[in-house]
């Protein structure tokens, strides 16, 4: 609850029986728990288009495409609780495509989580459709989750200076304080000679820089800077998630013009090992 008595925004996670999704569930339950909010979990079923013969079938109890989802709906809620006994969730049955109706209710989540993909995705990508579209239209913060309790001793933050830059610095502060973990942050420039000698003549690197001063002076965070020109931005950004709990990252940064999302933060949702969190 906030100061006024109302309620905060909610985390809102995504559940369509898949794998990814389960993994998803269990990492939103136990960060809504850790964090004190609200916790929905979200069934979207598309069967009402195409039919209006949604059941039960006569004399067969609990049968028809109605029961089955509202069946997946309390199985994905079950799933929380499991997880975090304590945690206040609730589940919502909504009508329409996964994409649509999580961006819709990304407005009123302070989180939307969703696994890499769904029952729906092909088994050779490592991140689904539902999932890539969410992170270029969500109006909130989304966590793409691989791994439900990743192990690793940092929160991961790359910076490079753009106002989502500066947003994804104070949620991965957030998130590192959360965790009990400490806050890594890392700036990665597109190599060239004349870029590595100006990064060796400094006595500390701007861009990161600008980053410390967004940080809380309240708390006990360990922070680490991390500072490399290399050729591959997104190459550097990958390998480093290996080791941390999350890596978080502004949806778009200063070189990206037009788009919803950036080709860094396109490169790392497809590669990176563990889970991500995209701030806008």
């Not at 069946?71 to 079950?78: I, K, N």
């Not at 270029?136 to 989502?164: F, H, K, M, Y």
Request: with cysteine; charged share 15%; aromatic share 4%.
């Amino acid at each position: 609850m906030n100061p006024a008595g109302i309620p905060a925004e909610p985390v809102i996670v995504g559940y369509d029986g898949s794998d990814g999704s389960r993994l998803a569930v269990q990492w939103a339950a136990h960060h809504a728990a850790a964090v004190g909010l609200g916790l929905v979990v979200v069934h979207c079923w598309v069967w009402p288009f195409f039919t209006q013969d949604l059941g039960p079938v006569p004399a067969v109890k609990d049968s028809g495409l109605q029961s089955a989802a509202e069946r997946m709906a309390v199985e994905g809620l079950d799933l929380a609780r499991q997880a975090e006994p304590d945690v206040h969730a609730r589940e919502r049955l909504v009508v329409g495509f996964p994409s649509e109706v999580l961006t819709r209710l990304s407005a009123g989540a302070s989180l939307l989580v969703t696994g890499t993909r769904g029952l729906g995705g092909f088994a050779g990508l490592l991140l689904g459709s539902v999932s890539l579209h969410l992170a270029a239209t969500a109006s909130c913060p989304i966590a793409v989750i691989r791994d439900d309790r990743p192990a690793g001793s940092d929160v991961l933050v790359a910076v490079d200076g753009s106002p989502e830059s500066d947003r994804a610095v104070v949620a991965a502060a957030q998130l590192a304080v959360t965790l009990h973990a400490q806050l890594r942050i890392l700036h990665v420039r597109p190599y060239s000679r004349h870029a590595a000698a100006r990064l060796a003549d400094l006595e500390s690197d701007p861009v990161i820089q600008r980053a410390l001063n967004l940080l809380p002076g309240d708390t006990d965070l360990t922070v680490i800077e991390d500072s490399f020109a290399e050729h591959s931005v997104p190459g550097v950004i990958v390998h480093h998630t290996r080791g941390a709990l999350c890596v978080v990252l502004g949806a778009k940064g200063n070189n990206t013009l037009g788009a919803r999302l950036g080709s860094t933060v396109h490169a790392v949702l497809h590669h990176a090992k563990g889970n991500v969190l995209v701030v806008r």
